[in-house]
């Protein structure tokens, strides 16, 4: 009956008040939408001389703040909101989540200016900061499953250390070999949780769907990436890596299929989902194909953090936002129209250089300006969610 009248009463006016810092996904999602809109014309100024370069080369910033601020930000915000929910423990909030996100910030700043050291102090330490802030919640709820979040968290800082000795000058390794990494830590993060909830809400959200997982899938889907993910830490290049992309990209568009995408098409709330995970196929498919050189590993990397990383980030924030401010689970014109751009920045930044090479700075260009007009909408929306409590008077 509660759940009925959830569903069938209006939402009420926020309350007045200030709320960011009650819960992990509030500073971390709004700081994370501001930043995606802000840091694609930053990067060009950068790029085009017309602001200082920064110790970290325009395309080498522009990859490490996209992995380390942007998408660090928002995985940071997810997990200490699930975290909360997984372990009916507190993760950080108040002065802490506030702490955390002011050294986050400071992260982002520092990069652009000359103290090189102190930036790279600051970039491995939000990472291990979070980390600790995740594991005291677990370790005492003993939540095992999720332990790996926490060595997930410390091999982002670790890859941070690497990346940044490295344009230090203190190690001789080339930055994309880290970055690297990073993607794959990345693609690891969304594999498993886009197994875990993108078949629960369709199930969920739609009615007459089916949305199942089969072990073996699950298995080799899994299993596929990680090894990607150890061929990437041990320096493999060519046909062997290009061998086990390819092997995963058929077992995500198998697991894709279960999920039966083609039912949800009236659901903007979980077609968003559905979309952005057939990108991580489209990745794997590119990453093999260019390990033999026929396609370029920028193409690789975007459809991984434009197209699955960006679509599910503002699908998930719109949900979570929602969901955890006590609001329906209802998408309106403005949600699906961020969803839109986000989408379509990826078709374009990655579809138009592969059927028109020479047109690849405007794939860019207009591919940022989609980008960021669709980060940009939701920081305009959301602003009020997330600073705001919830509507329905609960903590959080």
Same mark, same amino acid.
């Given at each position: ?35 995606? =809109? #802000?840091?694609?014309? &930053?990067?060009? $100024?950068?790029?085009? @001389?017309? /602001?200082?370069? +920064?110790?970290?080369? !325009? ?97 982002? =800082? #670790?890859?941070?250390? &690497?990346?940044? $000795?490295?344009?230090? @000058?203190? /190690?001789?390794? +080339?930055?994309?070999? !880290? ?98 995970? #057939? ?5 794997? $498919? ?111």
């Amino acid at each position: 009956m509660a759940l009925l009248q959830q569903l069938e009463e209006p939402p009420r006016a926020s309350p007045k008040g200030f709320a960011l810092f009650a819960l992990g996904f509030r500073p971390f999602y709004l700081l994370a939408s501001i930043f995606a =809109a #802000l840091s694609i014309p &930053l990067w060009a $100024l950068q790029f085009s @001389g017309l /602001l200082p370069r +920064p110790y970290l080369s !325009g395309p080498v910033w522009h990859a490490h703040e996209m992995l380390f601020g942007f998408t660090l930000a928002v995985i940071v915000g997810f997990l200490f909101t699930a975290g909360r929910n997984w372990t009916n423990l507190p993760t950080p909030t108040g002065w802490k989540l506030c702490g955390l996100a002011a050294l986050w910030v400071l992260a982002r700043v520092l990069v652009l200016t000359p103290y090189t050291v102190a930036a790279a102090v600051v970039n491995v330490a939000f990472p291990l900061a979070a980390a600790l802030g995740l594991a005291v919640p677990f370790i005492k709820a003993r939540n095992r499953r999720n332990y790996f979040f926490i060595a997930l968290l410390v091999l982002f =800082a #670790l890859v941070a250390a &690497l990346i940044h $000795l490295t344009a230090l @000058g203190v /190690l001789a390794m +080339p930055a994309w070999a !880290g970055l690297q990494v990073a993607l794959d830590i990345v693609l690891f993060i969304i594999v498993v949780m886009g197994g875990r909830v993108i078949p629960m809400f369709t199930n969920n959200g739609v009615p007459g769907t089916s949305a199942t997982r089969k072990p073996f899938v699950e298995t080799v889907a899994l299993g596929s990436v990680l090894v990607l993910l150890a061929a990437d830490a041990v320096g493999l290049q060519g046909w062997p890596v290009a061998a086990v992309a390819t092997v995963a990209c058929v077992a995500h568009l198998w697991r894709w299929g279960l999920w039966q995408p083609w039912k949800t098409l009236r659901t903007p709330l979980v077609w968003v989902l559905h979309l952005a995970y #057939l990108w991580v196929p489209i990745h794997l $498919l590119l990453r093999a194909i260019s390990e033999v050189g026929l396609v370029t590993s920028s193409l690789s990397a975007h459809a991984l953090t434009v197209g699955a990383a960006g679509g599910l980030i503002i699908g998930m924030m719109t949900r979570t936002a929602k969901g955890h401010t006590g609001r329906l689970l209802r998408t309106d014109r403005f949600d699906t129209t961020a969803y839109v751009l986000v989408l379509l920045a990826a078709v374009v930044r990655v579809g138009l250089p592969l059927l028109a090479p020479g047109q690849i700075l405007h794939a860019i260009l207009v591919s940022a300006a989609l980008w960021s007009a669709g980060f940009g909408l939701y920081a305009w929306r959301y602003w009020p969610v997330l600073t705001r409590p919830r509507i329905d008077g609960r903590p959080g």
